[in-house]
């Protein structure tokens, strides 16, 4: 195991899965019109503070099914910084496909249940209606690879101590991996800056890899780091090993969806197929029933009953 690995695995066991997150993308780069519509904002309006009172914040994440959003579980923590399975604020909203938070596209729609992961910083928020005409992100099932190049979207800040406002736009950037652990991936920027990194609010940000022609794929999510801009680690919680538990959760909801898979879409057509065939089959049923009826009419006044 290499220095930089234990290293990991050492930070692993002393920081709290409620440590402050990291944010948006320093030195990062716009994204273009149109690409990584699967990124969130996540935005929580009225959380409680200690001593009484609120306040507003966010986060990042991404689609990976119709209803269901990922990001990191110290999103969602109670009034004393521990992790919970539910909503905190008075009001939880998922903006879904807006790369430009002054435009109108994309869907904004309400969280309306949490399921924390066990063993790492991640948390599935489930959304009130399902996403339509954007393509989930693909939940990966290969382990990130030290050298390997992963993609980064966000909507964090630009700079640690600055004004606690979100960008604007969708910031992205790439980024190198470092070392492995069994819980934390670490990585470095690379593009456009070897000082490209996650800040305040980049928190749950996807990691993916995106290859031209190729369906981009979830590796990690931002989990924490020192303040930004920095050169060196950031700390990225690993998905791939929680592929069972997020296809498990996702399937327990009343609208299934498919999760982000071969297709990377959901099955909501072949659902309206079954709901047309079940349509069929109900006028069907009742034209034989009332055509039953009126033959027994028939038979009836013949027969003199």
Sequence with gaps: MTKSA???????????????????IAYGEDAADGDYRFSVLLTATGLPIPGGGT???????????????ITAGHCFRDVNGQRVSRTVARRTTATVGRTDLRGRDGQEIE???????ETADVALAELRTAVTGIAPLRIGT??????????????????DGGP??????LQTGE??????GDILIETSGQAPRQDTSPCPHD????????????????????????PCPHQGPDFSTRTDNLHAWITGTVAETSDKGRIGGDSGWSSSGSGRRTALLLLVAGVSLL???LLAGRVSWIIGRRSGR
Aim: net charge positive; hydrophobic share 50%; with cysteine.
């Design 287 to 289: 034209a034989l029933l």
């Design 142 to 159: 290969r382990p990130p690879a030290v050298g390997e190049t992963l993609r980064l979207t966000g909507y964090g800040l630009s700079t």
């Design 55 to 69: 306040r507003d914040s966010w986060c990042s994440g991404a689609l990976i099914a119709p209803r269901w959003v």
């Design 111 to 117: 969280v309306v249940a949490v399921h924390q992961a």
């Design 175 to 180: 980024f190198i991996v470092v070392a492995i």
């Design 6 to 24: 234990v290293a990991l695995l050492a930070i692993v066991n002393v920081i709290p899965l409620w440590a402050s997150g990291a944010a948006a």
């Design 203 to 226: 928190s749950g940000g996807p990691y993916f890899r995106d290859r031209p022609g190729r369906t981009p794929e979830l590796a990690a999510l931002v989990s924490t780091g020192p």
């Design 164 to 169: 606690a406002v979100p960008t604007t736009r």
